[in-house]
Each structure stands twice: as C-alpha cells, then as structure tokens.
C-alpha cells in the first residue's frame, strides 16, 4: 500500500483528493503548508507528494527545493498558475509532473499512477536487450511487438505501432508528416500526410494522460511530430 | 596683531618710511651717477671743495662785474665784506672801479678766482653806467671803443666761509657729500631693499583693515578708476612741472639759487607719493575685482548697454505681437523699400557700379544664410513630426538653435511628443493592470473552483435515488465544467489583447499546419456532421510565426466551425500563396442565420446567436485576431449570408529563408525538416493544387 502526502493550503481541495486517492487504495497524509509537508516527510514513510505551489508559511517552490536535498520520491505539483515560466520553474527544480488547477480528479490519479509505477518498478529497467526501446514510461519491444506503458500494456493499431516505432528509434528529433508517411507507407506522400495527424492523435491519446498537453508525443506546430525523450533521462 | 600690522598709523608710516627710503635712494643713485660720470667720485674733499666752489665763483663773476659797472655803488651792496665770503676786486684797463677789500690784496687763505677778458663778454656796452664810461673815457679811450676795454676781476673767498650765504651753504654740501661719498652705494642698495620690503607689505596690506575679512574700498577707491587715474596723473604733470621749474630756475642761476631745491626735492617727493598711492588703490581695486566696473566709461557703457538691450526686447516683443503674416509681410515690404531706396539713391549717384555691386553681394549673401538658416530649422522641426508620426515618442526637437516661430514649433512638438509620450505610457500601465487584475482573479476563482469540479464529481459517485438531483447535479458539472474553459479563455484574451505573451517566431509550413490541425479536429469535425476540404500549393508555404499560438489560432477556428456550422456541410481549408502573402482561409455554412457583420463579431464576449445557451465563452475570435496580430498577421472576418468566412493573411518567406532562420535559432530541427523536401519542389513553382478529402475516420 502506498502513502500519498498531499499538501495544499485549500481544506476542501484536500479532503476531495483523500476521497479519490483511498477509493484507489492509497494510504493518504495531508499538510496544510510546506512546513508541515516536510515534518510530515521526516516521521513518516511517504512515496509521493502532491504539493500545491500557492501556500502561507513556505510556498510550494521553496518547500520542494528544501525537501529535494534529503527525499528521493515523486513529486506532483498542484498549481493554479498555468502559465508555462511557472511550470518550467517547478520541473527544473525537480517536480516529476504538474496538474493545473482547476484539475479533473481523474487526471490526477492517472498521474499518480504513472509516478508510483515508475517510480516502483522502472527504477532498475537500465539495460534494454536489442529491439526494446524505452522512452520515460514507454517500452516498445519489437521482437515481441508488444507496447507498454508504466509496465501496463497497450493495444495499438499497426499504423499506430509503425508511427510510434519510427519516432522511438528517432527519439528527440522532429519528424516531419511526409517523412513518417514515406517511412511508415513506403510511398511518395502526395497529399496524404493529414492522414498522419489523424493517427497521431490516436496514439497520443492512448499514451498520454491529458492528450491536450502531451508529455511523450509533442505536435512542433507547422514542422511535425516528436516524441520527447525523458526528463529524467 | 592684525590691528597692529593693517592698522592705519602703520599702514601711513609705511607710506612715508617708503617714500622717504626711496627718494633718499634715487638721490644717492643720482649722486654715485653725477659723481661717476664726473669723475669726482675719488678725488680728495680739498680739490672737490676747491673745484665746486671755484665753479660757483665762476658764476658769480658775470654779477659782480654787471654790478660793479652799472652803478656808483658797484657790488659791494650784494657782496658786501660785513656778510660775504666773497672778495672781489674789479679791474678795467688797470684801474680798479670796485672792490669790496679793505685794502687792496686779499687777506688769508681760501679759494681765488682770477679772470681776464674784454669787458663786452661779461656785460652788454649799454649795461654799462655813463659814469664807468666817462672814467674809462676820461683815462684813455673813446667810448666807442669800449668793447676793447680789458677787464681783470679778482676773486677770493675767505676761509673760514664765516658768513651764512651760497658759499657756505655749497660748502656744507660738499662736506656732507664727501662725509657720505663711501656709504652711496649701500644707500642705494639699502634704501631700495627696503622700499621694496614695504612696498611688498603696503600692497599686500591695501584694502584689508583690522577685524574685516574682506577687502575694503577707502573713500578714494570709490571714486571711479578713470577719473581717478585722470587726477592723479594731472597732480603728477603739475608737480613734475613745478619740479622741472625749480630745477630749471636753480640751474639758470648757476647753481646760487639754492632756494629751489625745497621745492624741487618736495615735488618731487609728492610725485613719487602721488604715483605710489595711485598704485596702492589700483591694487585695492584689483583685489577687491572692481578695476574696470568701477570706471566712468564702464557706467556709461553699462547704462547704454541696458539701455540698448531695454530697445531691443521692446522692438522683438513689437515684432512677436504682430501676426504672423503680418511679421512676413513687414519683413519684404522692408526689403523692397530697402531696394527702391537704394536704386533712387543709384540714380542720384549716376550709378556707381561698385557700390550697386556691393549692395548686391551683402543682399545676396544675407539672403542666402537666411534661406539656409530656415531650411534648417524647419528640417529640425520636420524631422521632431517625423519622429512622432514613426512613433519614436522619445525624440526630441533640440529647440536651442532654432529662432523665432520654428522655436516655438519645436517646443509644441516636443510638447506634444511629451503628451503622447505620457498617454501612451499611461494607456500601458492600465492595460497591464487590466490583464493583472484578470489574472489574479481568476487565479483566485480557480481555487474553489477546483473544489466544485471535485465534489461535484463525487457527488456523481454517490448512488442517488432521486433522478431530480442527479440532473441538477449534471447541470452544475456542465457548467463547472464551462466556467473552467471561460476562465481559461478570460486570462488567454487579456493576455493576447495586451501582448503580454512571449512570442517566438520561427519559420512555420503552414501545409503542415493545416493537416495537423485537421488532423486533431478529424473526430470533433466527424461528430459535427462536417467535411474538411484541404486545399494547399503543393510545395511548403513559410510565415515566421509562433507554432503554439498559430495553434491555438487555427484551434479556436476550427472549434468555432464544429460548434456553429450547419451539419452535412463542407469546411473548406484553403492556403494561397500570392505575392509574398500567405493566405489561410476557413470557409463554413451557419447554422444560424448571422444576423451581424464580421467585425462585430471578432469583439469580446460577442456570438452570432445571441442566445449564448451553447458552450464557448465568445472569445474564441478575439483571443484568434490578437495572437494573429501579434504574430504580424491580419485576420479578417467575412459573413456572406449563411457563409461564415475567415481570412488569415502572413507575410510569407521563401523556403530558403525559412531553412536559414531555423538553422540559425534550432540547428537540430532544421536537418529533420529539410531533407524531408524534395529539392525539385521547391525549384519548380509548380502551382498544382492537391486536393484533399479528410474522410475524418481511422485511415485504417
């Protein structure tokens, strides 16, 4: 069982986010402002913090960079600014993911999810046998032809796996509709590479948790696709 | 101490010890050179005393034979033996006609003088007495021979010069003199030594007084320079005079005058005394700074200047309150008259050629340096507008060498460069604060938001046996759900509106654009019951632009297209590219009848339908037009009937710029993207369209 610190300074806001998180199962632990959050952490077994960034006391920001010299644990930012200095800001100084308020509860436990077992279970997958390639959270293994995703597998159409095949080869770099339409359709791509938006879009949004702000599958707007290599490395 | 030292008894002292220290030096210079030149320097006391006073007994011989022959009583009233040193006896062919010897030889020792001549070089014949005739007559000779009369004259004086008369007096003199002769030359040293010491003090002293710090006027330096120098110099020419006429009646008497000498020396000392003053007020005056200012001429230039400066503005305030125009025409009916004069004045002068082409060079030239002086003027004010109407609100028109209007046109434009300036400025500020406020308040409404969206959520989890409740509860979910979107939108519009957005442009393919767009919106586009058409050239169009903004641009269009179009109907995607435009067109048949015109709509908070129960916040076109604007971009909006129109016009860039511009800002993009194209494309400005039909399903 896991223990989830959620620290917000809104006592509503928290008490809704117990409800979800102990309807999936989760031990839950609350703080009312970053000092808190931090005494709770020293007496207490925590794997994951949601920490709200607008706090009293110690902010967000602060509590995150002080807790970060001592703790090693996912860190979800709760956050009413969407504005995207702020959220640069929280994943430099060392935030795993970020929800924007107002969040859909779903959306945070599908994040929290992704974390806990990321954070379980991919901690030793360092050494990839030939014909696996791993991007964050996604494993492609193409002997097998199986895709999963935080160890949880993934039903795609073939297309969908040829697409997410090419750009996990070519992690990082943006590839263009035409390009992914040669590569993938073996054929001049004469007008019909708005097929491949379509297919992306399928793709982003079986991998992705919020598919309207993707983490893995970017679209680089009038360029074309790419799959951000992790983070974390 | 200070009263001591600057105290006006030591100051007076000073003065006198000066004066006295340095006549009694030039005198001394003046002996030691008298003395130099005359050789007498060494000589011993007895022949110097012999020499001078043998020269004055020569002097007095004219008088005493004058004397003896002009009258009976001959010269012994002058130098009679009862008061005179001097003995004399005069002889004439022998006979002695007077003496003023007891008996008939000189008695004791002492200085003689003998002499032996005609009578004629020592008097005139008329001179002569009748009596000293007929006895010179009656003894030999007729008068008319009297210029062949010779004449002995004896002189002696007798020592001791017991009686007070010139003698004694040239005696004491040259006594003294020679008492003094060794010591001359340290006189001349000390004495000047010394006047230069005061003269040192007394300058440094003029014009400070004891408890006064600052330098202060006597009564005398009050008096303005010139006129004081003009006085001074007038006493110093009176008392030179006076002085060279003593000297000169002293040296006309042969040095037997001696009288003079108290005059002589007195002038002279109060020249020195006059000249020395004069200087120690110049002193006072220049240290106090007011040599110049306090001279008559200065006054009465001053006065003139004032005066002449009074007319002036008089004249320019005259000149300023005539009207414009007027001022113009006052200034060539000037000139003409100036011409026309100078032509009649020609004509009198039967057109003297030099002059007439005088007259026109200096014209000419004044003309000249003025037209320049107006062209550059009015450039400066030209280009003060310029400035403003490019918007460079912070130039300024440097109105320091401008004149007359042009300065005042300037001053106005930097005043209303000042005002805009300020307005703009101003305008800024409550923007910024506008899009603060709205960010900061929905930042604040985001809060419990989130907890509504929550526990309305949970309150959709909760087994609910009245139906009532369970619709109301999905009526506050949707429009939790709404107020969501419109809050995003709210900060979205108000940053878009007032360019608070971070815009990076990099060269975009619009072709690509578009697919990807309708890409995403294939489902949304399916369940609104609409086919997208594409139309685009078939090589890549390029436009500088921001991709996320561009984005959410073509988002909000194509949202609008699936919430407001007439199901069963074509959108239509079109990009044109003519003449360095790129253009992107969203063509859609309304669902409702638009019942307002396209700039109507692009305003905040406006919808075609006016009945705002459908979704949407009514931003969607405005925040559109602001992101595309910010972008370089315009965005018209057309509504033909039923036929929803709208147009986004670029600046577009050549394939070759764009690859460049994205070498230079991501060199890792640019290889993915370009060698992607096919270089023959991009050669051949083929203009084939490929048209595409976006069955909006699963190609699969």
Redesign the interface.
């Known amino acids: 069982m896991y223990t989830i610190l959620i620290c917000d300074d809104e006592p509503d806001i928290v008490s809704a986010l117990k409800i979800y998180l102990n309807s999936e199962g989760y031990r839950t632990l609350s703080a009312a402002n970053g000092r808190e959050a931090l005494e709770v952490l020293a007496h207490n077994e925590v794997h994951l913090l949601l920490l709200d960034v607008m706090m009293p006391v110690m902010d967000g920001i602060e509590t995150l960079a002080r807790l970060r010299k001592e703790f090693n644990l996912p860190v979800i930012m709760l956050t009413a600014k969407s504005e995207d200095s702020d959220k640069v800001l929280g994943l430099n100084i060392g935030a795993d993911d970020y929800v924007t308020k107002p969040f859909n509860p779903l959306e945070v436990l599908a994040r929290v999810r992704s974390q806990l077992r990321r954070y379980t279970q991919l901690g030793s997958s360092v050494s990839a046998p030939t014909g696996v390639y791993t991007v964050g959270g996604i494993t492609l293994d193409d002997r097998q032809k199986t895709v999963t995703l935080d160890g949880e597998p993934i039903a795609l159409t073939p297309t969908e796996y040829d697409i997410l095949r090419l750009m996990m080869r070519r992690a990082g770099e943006v590839l263009s509709p035409a390009e992914i339409y040669k590569s993938v359709w073996k054929d001049a791509p004469f007008g019909a590479e708005s097929t491949i938006a379509v297919h992306i879009r399928h793709l982003r949004e079986k991998i992705e948790i919020d598919p309207a702000e993707p983490r893995y599958l970017k679209v680089v707007w009038g360029k074309g696709y790419r799959l951000e290599t992790d983070r974390k490395g | 101490m200070k009263k001591l030292t600057l105290g006006f008894l030591t100051k007076l002292t000073a003065f006198v010890l000066c004066l006295l220290c340095l006549a009694a030096a030039t005198a001394a210079a003046a002996g030691l050179l008298i003395m130099g030149e005359a050789g007498t320097l060494h000589i011993p006391e007895k022949h110097l005393r012999e020499n001078t006073l043998s020269q004055y007994l020569y002097s007095v011989m004219d008088d005493v034979v004058q004397l003896a022959v002009q009258s009976e009583d001959g010269a012994s009233a002058r130098y009679n033996a009862d008061y005179s040193n001097l003995r004399y006896t005069v002889e004439l062919d022998g006979y002695i006609i007077d003496t003023n010897l007891s008996d008939e030889h000189f008695a004791g020792t002492g200085v003689s003088l003998s002499w032996k001549c005609k009578l004629t070089e020592l008097c005139k014949p008329a001179y002569i007495d009748p009596g000293i005739q007929s006895l010179v007559a009656q003894s030999r000779q007729p008068v008319s021979s009297l210029r062949n009369i010779n004449a002995v004259v004896h002189l002696h004086l007798v020592e001791p010069l017991s009686f007070p008369d010139v003698f004694r007096t040239v005696d004491t003199g040259i006594r003294l003199l020679c008492a003094v002769r060794p010591y001359l030359g340290w006189i001349v040293a000390g004495g000047y030594l010394a006047a230069i010491g005061l003269l040192v003090y007394l300058f440094h002293a003029a014009g400070r007084r004891p408890g006064r710090e600052e330098i202060t006027l006597n009564l005398l330096d009050r008096i303005p320079a010139d006129v004081y120098l003009a006085g001074c110099a007038g006493l110093v020419v009176l008392l030179l005079s006076l002085c060279i006429a003593s000297i000169d009646r002293l040296s006309h008497s042969g040095g037997l005058a001696l009288g003079w000498l108290i005059p002589a020396g007195l002038s002279a000392l109060a020249v020195l005394a006059v000249t020395l003053g004069f200087f120690l007020g110049a002193a006072t005056r220049i240290k106090r700074g007011v040599l110049f200012k306090n001279t008559l001429i200065w006054r009465i230039f001053s006065l003139l200047g004032r005066g002449l400066r009074a007319c002036w503005r008089g004249v320019c305030f005259l000149v300023r309150s005539i009207p414009f125009i007027w001022r113009t025409a006052l200034l060539l009916g000037l000139i003409l008259l100036t011409d026309f004069a100078f032509t009649v004045i020609m004509i009198n002068l039967r057109h003297n050629e030099g002059i007439e082409l005088c007259y026109w060079a200096i014209k000419s030239l004044l003309f000249i340096a003025a037209v320049i002086a107006v062209a550059m003027n009015l450039r400066a004010v030209r280009q003060g507008c310029r400035d403003l109407a490019e918007g460079r609100l912070d130039a300024r028109v440097d109105t320091r060498r401008l004149i007359g209007d042009f300065k005042a046109a300037g001053e106005d434009v930097n005043s209303i460069g000042k005002g805009m300036a300020k307005a703009v400025e101003e305008r800024l500020k409550s923007e910024r604060m506008k899009t603060e406020l709205i960010t900061n308040v929905s ?1 604040d409404i ?2 419990p ?7 309305v ?2 309150m959709k989890k909760e087994p609910l046996e009245n139906d009532t409740l369970r619709g109301y509860v999905e009526v506050v979910d949707r429009q ?1 759900a709404r107020l ?1 979107k419109l ?2 939108d709210l ?1 979205e519009a108000s940053k878009a509106s007032t360019g608070a957005l971070s815009i990076s442009p ?8 578009l ?6 919106y ?2 949304k586009l399916a369940a609104a019951g609409l086919t997208p058409v ?1 139309e685009h050239p ?1 090589q890549p169009v390029y436009i500088m ?1 921001d ?2 903004h ?2 959410r641009v073509f988002d909000n269009l194509l949202g609008n297209a699936c919430k407001y179009s007439q199901p069963g109907t074509r959108l239509y995607l079109t990009l044109k590219e003519t003449g360095g435009k790129a253009a992107v067109t969203f063509r859609n048949i309304s669902r409702e009848a638009l019942h307002t015109d396209g700039d109507e709509l692009m305003e905040r908070f406006v919808r075609g339908d006016r009945s705002r129960h459908t979704e949407g916040s009514g931003l969607g076109l405005s925040i559109a037009r602001s992101l595309v604007e910010l972008q370089g971009g315009a965005m018209k909006l057309v509504v033909d009937g039923d036929l929803f129109k709208v147009t986004l016009v670029f600046p577009s860039v050549s394939a070759a710029a764009a690859a460049q511009a994205l070498q230079e800002s991501a060199p ?2 640019a290889d ?2 370009f ?2 194209l096919d270089p023959a494309a991009i050669a051949a400005p083929e203009t084939t369209e ?3 039909v ?1 069955a909006g399903t ?3």
């Open positions: 930042h985001k809060t938001l989130t907890s509504i969206i929550n526990y959520d949970l939790a969501k809050l995003e900060i990099e060269p975009c393919e619009l072709n690509v654009m697919q990807q767009s309708a890409g995403e294939a489902e594409l078939q632009a991709g996320r561009l984005a890792e993009y993915a993207v060698s992607s490929a048209e595409t976006c699963d190609a699969n």
